[in-house]
């Protein structure tokens, strides 16, 4: 059975960390391209950061850059999102998204409420 399940999220102060984890069963995970999204309220989902199959290369959003790093863990069939300096823009629900052509698989989602 393919799985993608996120954990991590929770309600943090602004200016804290959350480390996110999407972890990958029931299929060859370390050959699919990664990639973090996130859905506000009432907003469009929207592309927070990438990593290739092997980890090498890596992008995030302008609007994350310098606070939120993505990285990859193969033998643990697992990707990570290290958030730091959060802030309430930060809130929305984190989805983990796994893909190789023509296959793509989503995980349920984690929410992150970023509040004083």
């Known amino acids: 059975q393919v799985k993608l399940v996120e954990s991590g999220g929770g309600l943090v102060q602004p200016g804290g960390s959350l480390r996110l984890s999407c972890v990958a069963s029931g299929f060859r995970f370390s050959n699919y391209f990664v990639s973090w999204f996130r859905q506000a309220p009432g907003k469009e989902r929207e592309l927070v950061a990438a990593i290739t199959s092997d980890g090498g290369v890596t992008n995030v959003a302008d609007s994350v850059k310098g606070r939120f790093t993505v990285t990859r863990e193969n033998a643990k069939n697992t990707v990570y999102l290290q958030m730091n300096s959060l802030k309430p823009e930060d809130t929305a629900v984190y989805y983990c998204?796994?893909?190789?052509?023509?296959?793509?698989?989503w995980g349920q989602g984690t929410q992150v409420t970023v509040s004083a």
């Open positions: 998204n796994a893909k190789q052509w023509p296959m793509e698989y």
